[in-house]
């Protein structure tokens, strides 16, 4: 298989290359139109002139630089008119853009900024923003409501803990900038203007789904798995049910993707396979109805970015094998993801995105060899055997990028994986089924028995899988270096097993034997290291003491028993450091006295009107302790006071003008984020 018969890929390559050209610099100038005119020009005569080579490499190099020019264009902070560049305002108008998620506590909806207020006049606006309204004041917002909100919406945080995920770049990466917590006070409904009617239609049919998966299904699990398998819509799944999903490898299967597409289009195949031979263009009148189908189906699920590009790659894929074109899928498929990233190309980063195209990618490639290793004549086992495979090669390919973004490995994915396929033939195409007879009592009825005897086996099985022994592989933390390391190691070994040529398995033992050094090198530094974290923890507190792959946290019992706080701002850091060995410690609200490699640290947790005596490195204040510094510090010395988010804002504001005045060291962990001290 030589790469010039995929020139489309390397087009894409080219694409790819100029987009992250700019995400690296996010440097621009006028200069590149022009560059990007005489490239053009050059491709044109080499056309012209018939000559290959410097067709090939303008035709390469006017892809980099529409890529770059692209970015830049489609990066929302580049506009004049976009609300961060547009200074201080007092109101603004804006309209909701997507159905509201159902949060705890609030209506989380995304909103377009229209127009803002400045001082003294209206001025249009561009640009995103979350905005959280109090579920016990407001009304679940709709697509298209128009509210005038008072003040500024605030920048989203960067990441305040070490390694902790970055939400900021998350968000920014889906040009949202800014949220807003909304009392009821501080907006005002104006109107309803809707922004596009194809997508109030999807939103529609959205809603419509979710209200009868929820009028026909009793248990809650089942509901939850149910919406998020049909519609993408994945509000109702509880923490144990996403742990559990998570642990066994299934979690792609609660989120509206590729594999949900296809399974759609195998059913359809199946369904409508008579009509290829019955007419006289049958192939076309076929894919024609699968392709309203696939896009019908899209519309459900509200046009969410995962299925939008899964129906535009599938939409490639069928196109492709009805004008007989299957043996050019790699073309296909970079043709899919170029128009893809033309239209947005902040999809490259997107962890959805790239984790599809390497499982497709991986079962076009292996899955013909692998296929061919067993033939099995029994159907049963034939259909187990290629599913098998199926996952086999999908997971070989997205396996070390799932490590390297979420720090695990389900031991058990080739047992739980054909499963989930299993009851997602059932539960896809019933779920469907139902919403399309939701208004025949008895249809309905049977299809809703038969949806909930599936989603009940699936979550059983999901259930009996994660509590299985070492059902998942936790702790990693590998480098961006390690990550092609890794993925040039599988390429390799591949290389071996279809070639039968030593030079890739030496290649690849040396990249390995690379790799092993590179971590017994990592183990040794961590065996020897030492650091105190007083952590960001909103509205709580917490402290991190790690002595080589041992650490204590040392906090309230709240957050000492909250997963999710664990999981977003500690997980990251424990497994960067290789931690594995953890100990929760819950502190009495008091006055504590620790000790770190000689530094003396004071830790106040309650309300103290006293003076402190003697000296110590460190204090650390907490749930508003001091009000007073002048009072409690006249006769002690410190080097530094901390003061985390547990304290009130307008008391931290006070206690930094305080330590301004006496030349004291303060700093406040909701400015700085965490604050580290190392002792390697």
Not at 239 to 263: C, E, K, P, R, T
Not at 331 to 350: Q, R
Not at 374 to 399: D, K
């Amino acid at each position: 298989m030589r790469f010039n018969a995929f020139p489309v890929v390397r087009y894409l390559l080219c694409l790819i290359a100029g987009i992250l050209a700019y995400f690296q610099t996010h440097y621009f100038h006028t200069a590149f139109y022009y560059v990007s005119i005489g490239l053009l020009l050059a491709l044109l005569l080499s056309i012209f002139f018939k000559n290959a080579l410097i067709r090939g490499i303008s035709a390469c190099l006017v892809l980099f630089v529409s890529g770059w020019i692209l970015t830049y264009h489609k990066t929302p902070v580049n506009s004049p008119h976009h609300f961060t560049n547009l200074g201080k305002f007092d109101y603004y108008q804006s309209v909701v853009i997507a159905n509201a998620e159902v949060k705890a506590k609030t209506y989380k909806v995304e909103a377009e900024i229209q127009q803002v207020k400045t001082s003294d006049r209206w001025q249009k606006a561009t640009g995103k923003i979350l905005l959280y309204f109090n579920r016990d004041e407001a009304t679940k917002p709709k697509y298209g409501d128009v509210f005038l909100i008072k003040n500024m919406p605030q920048e989203i945080s960067p990441p305040k803990n070490p390694e902790e995920f970055d939400y900021r770049q998350f968000l920014h990466n889906k040009g949202i900038y800014a949220n807003q917590f909304l009392w009821q006070k501080e907006y005002l409904q104006i109107g309803h203007q809707v922004p596009s009617s194809i997508l109030e239609m999807a939103y529609s049919a959205n809603l419509y789904a979710d209200s009868v998966f929820k009028a026909h299904l009793s248990s809650v699990h089942d509901y939850a798995v149910t919406n998020a398998m049909v519609v993408g819509t994945r509000d109702a799944i509880d923490n144990d049910l996403l742990s559990a999903y998570s642990a066994s490898g299934a979690i792609h299967v609660l989120s509206v993707s590729g594999m949900h597409v296809g399974i759609l289009m195998i059913v359809l195949g199946f369904a409508l396979q008579k009509i290829k031979i019955g007419f006289k263009y049958g192939n076309w009148i076929f894919a024609i109805i699968v392709l309203i189908l696939i896009w019908t189906y899209a519309v459900f699920t509200g046009l969410s970015s995962t299925v939008l590009r899964a129906t535009v790659m599938f939409s490639f894929v069928l196109i492709a094998k009805t004008i007989n074109r299957r043996h050019n899928i790699y073309n296909i498929l970079a043709v899919s993801a170029l128009l893809l990233l033309c239209y947005n190309p902040y999809w490259l980063v997107d962890i959805g995105f790239q984790l599809s195209y390497l499982a497709i990618i991986g079962i076009v490639y292996l899955h013909p060899y692998l296929n061919q290793l067993i033939n099995p004549t029994n159907p049963i086992i034939r259909w187990v055997w290629e599913g098998t495979v199926v996952c086999f090669a999908a997971q070989l390919f997205t396996t070390p990028l799932s490590i390297y973004y979420f720090h695990q490995f389900p031991s058990y994915f080739l047992i739980a994986n054909p499963f989930v396929a299993v009851f997602s033939f059932a539960i896809l195409p019933v779920g469907l089924l139902l919403l399309i007879c939701a208004s025949v009592p008895m249809i309905a009825t049977v299809l809703a028995f038969i949806l909930e005897w599936s989603c009940f086996l699936l979550n059983e099985t999901i259930f009996i899988i994660e509590k299985m022994p070492l059902s998942t592989l936790k702790g990693f933390s590998i480098s961006l270096p390690e990550l092609l390391a890794w993925y040039g190691t599988i390429f390799l070994v591949i290389a071996f097993f279809r070639h039968s040529e030593l030079k890739y398995l030496r290649f690849s033992a040396l990249v390995i034997i690379g790799l092993a050094m590179v971590n017994f090198y990592e183990d040794y530094q961590q065996s020897r290291q030492k650091e105190l974290v007083f952590h960001y923890i909103p509205k709580q507190t917490g402290i991190s003491i790690v002595d080589g792959k041992s650490v204590a946290f040392i906090a309230d019992s709240v957050v000492a028993n909250n997963p999710k706080l664990y999981n977003f701002h500690l997980k990251n850091y424990y497994d960067k450091q290789g931690v594995t060995k953890k100990n929760l410690l819950t502190n009495k609200q008091g006055m504590t006295f620790l000790e770190f490699e000689g530094a003396k640290i004071v830790w106040l947790q309650k309300s103290f009107k006293g003076k402190l005596q003697g000296q110590s490195n460190y204090v650390l204040l907490s749930n508003n302790a001091i009000r007073n510094l002048a009072n409690s510090f006249s006769g002690f010395q410190t080097e530094l006071i901390i003061v985390d988010d547990s304290n009130k804002r307008y008391l931290v504001e006070k206690l930094k003008q305080q330590a301004d005045s006496l030349h004291i060291k303060l700093i406040a962990l909701q400015d700085t984020g965490a604050y580290v001290i190392s002792r390697n």
